[in-house]
């Protein structure tokens, strides 16, 4: 009588020979190609351009953010809006850009401004917020303006 978990051994070996050196060149082609970007990105490092380039997509990466969660909550919000929810949110993505002080950068406010341009909030409305996303700084209402004027 045929066995077939016998045949079924054997096909899982085979399977595992045809296998292993794909799995194994797999890992030493990752291992190298992760040398090789490592190399390249350490020598354009040292020129300077490559770190300037991703930090300013960084910060390009931050301003859309903030730019785009203002004008979320702008066009979700009612008129009780929730200023401490929304600058808790701010927070939440200078977080997750590693960007520690965003309540005392230039950028954030302009960003916010930019929001406030893209929700379509005029007059009152925009003087209201404005203000409030401030907190009645007038630095930092200059520079929600400023986001605001630059908008297109």
């Known amino acids: 009588m045929y066995s077939n978990s016998g045949h079924f051994n054997l096909n899982l070996f085979n399977a595992a020979i045809v296998l292993l050196p794909l799995v194994v060149t797999g890992c030493s082609f990752s291992d190298s190609s992760g040398s090789i970007s ?73 960003a916010i401004g930019k929001g406030l341009k893209k929700a379509g909030i005029e007059g009152v409305a925009y003087e209201t917020y404005r203000k409030n996303f401030a907190n009645s700084d007038a630095e930092k209402m200059k520079n929600i303006q400023k986001g605001y004027e630059s908008e297109k």
């Open 38 to 110: 490592d190399s390249v990105g350490s020598v354009s490092d040292s020129s300077g351009s490559s770190s300037e380039s991703s930090k300013s997509n960084k910060e390009k990466k931050y301003d859309n953010e903030v730019s785009d969660y203002t004008t979320a909550y702008v066009k979700s919000s009612h008129a009780a809006a929730d200023y401490n929810a929304y600058l808790k949110g701010i927070s939440d993505i200078a977080a997750k850009r590693g960007i520690v002080n965003w309540d005392q950068e230039p950028k954030t406010y302009i």
